[in-house]
C-alpha cells in the first residue's frame, strides 16, 4: 500500500498597484477581488484623481452583494470590510511619472508606506506586486528601503530577496528605474503579447483594428456573448462590467497566483492561466 500526502499550499501575499483606467477599475478588479481566496490580500490601489473616492465604493458595494455566494465556494474569500482596510493611495502625482524617486515632489504616501511595511515585516514569504500601473509608487517605496539609510544591510537583503514584481508593460518611470538602480529585486515586464487576448479582441474592437485572434474565438469576446455571460443576470459584480467587449484589463499579472494546480506564480516561464512568460534576458 502507498500512503500520500499534500502539504497545504501557502498563500502567496499579494499588492496590487494601478492607474485606474477602465478595464483596470472594473474589468480587472473585479476579477481580482472574486479570486481573493488564492492569496493573502495586502492591497494598494492607485488610482488617478479622477476616480478617487468613487469607483473603489462602488466596487466594494458590488462585492458585499456576491460575497454571500462566494464563501459558499470557499471560506477563505476576506470581507469587504477587510478589503477596503488595506486599500491605500499611492503617488497620484503626475510630474512624478516620469523622475527618479528621491526627485519626486510627492513622498511618503499611504501606498508606499503599505508596500515598504509589507516587504519589512518578518513574514518571510514572497511578496507578489501586481503592477497595473503606478509602478512609481513601487519605485519610491524600494528606493526607501534600499537608499534612505533607515534600515540595515541584512534587512534591506532579506526585504529585497522577496519581492517579485509583475508589470503589464512599464507604465510611468518606476519599472525602469527599479530594472536599473535595484537589481536585487526580481521585476518582470509583460510588453509582448502572443495568442492571447488583447485591446483587439475581435476585428474591428479597438480603433478599427483587426484582431489577431482566431475566429472561433473572437466570437467569445463579442457584445453577445459579455451580455449572456457576464453583465447580465450574473451578479452585482458583473452588472458593473462597463465595457461591451472584453479588452485584456491587465489580468495576467496576478492570475499566476491563483491556486490552481499549475503553480506559475514560482516561475513564470512554466506556463499557466496568464499565459507562459519568455525571458528576453535569459539570464
Not at 476579477?31 to 473616492?53: C, E, F, I, V
Not at 508606499?112 to 497595473?132: A, F
Not at 453577445?224 to 491587465?250: C, F, K, Y
Amino acid at each position: 500500500m502507498v500512503s500520500v500526502s499534500f502539504a497545504a499550499r501557502v498563500k502567496p501575499r499579494a499588492i496590487a498597484t494601478t492607474d485606474g483606467e477602465i478595464d483596470d477599475l472594473i474589468q480587472n478588479n473585479s476579477r481580482y477581488q472574486k479570486s481573493g481566496h488564492s492569496k493573502d490580500r495586502a492591497d494598494h490601489l492607485n488610482p488617478k484623481g479622477t476616480y478617487k473616492g468613487a469607483w473603489f465604493p462602488v466596487m466594494i458595494d458590488g462585492y458585499k452583494k456576491v460575497y454571500p455566494q462566494l464563501i459558499r465556494h470557499n471560506p477563505d474569500y476576506p470581507t469587504a470590510e477587510y478589503l477596503t482596510s488595506v486599500m491605500r493611495i499611492g503617488n497620484e502625482n503626475p510630474s512624478d511619472l516620469y523622475v527618479e524617486p528621491a526627485e519626486m515632489k510627492t513622498k511618503n504616501t499611504e501606498g508606499e508606506q503599505l508596500i515598504v511595511k509589507i516587504m519589512t515585516d518578518d513574514d518571510p514569504r514572497e511578496v507578489h506586486i501586481s503592477c497595473w500601473g503606478g509602478s512609481n509608487t513601487v519605485a519610491s517605496a524600494l528606493y526607501t528601503i534600499k537608499y534612505s539609510g533607515k534600515y540595515s544591510e541584512d534587512q534591506i537583503k532579506k526585504a529585497l530577496a522577496k519581492v517579485r514584481i509583475y508589470c503589464i508593460w512599464y507604465q510611468d518611470g518606476g519599472g525602469k528605474w527599479i530594472d536599473t538602480n535595484v537589481k536585487e529585486a526580481f521585476i518582470f515586464e509583460a510588453y509582448r503579447w502572443e495568442n492571447i487576448w488583447d485591446y483587439q479582441s475581435y476585428d474591428g474592437s479597438f480603433k478599427g483594428r483587426p484582431s489577431s485572434n482566431p475566429k472561433d474565438v473572437q466570437e467569445y469576446m463579442k457584445p453577445v456573448w459579455l451580455n449572456s455571460n457576464v453583465r447580465e443576470n450574473h451578479g452585482a459584480l458583473g452588472m458593473l462590467t462597463p465595457q461591451h467587449w472584453i479588452s485584456e484589463g491587465d489580468t495576467p499579472s496576478w492570475l499566476h497566483l491563483v491556486n490552481n494546480g499549475l503553480e506559475s506564480h514560482t516561475d513564470y516561464t512554466i506556463g499557466g492561466w496568464g499565459g507562459r512568460g519568455v525571458y528576453d534576458d535569459k539570464a
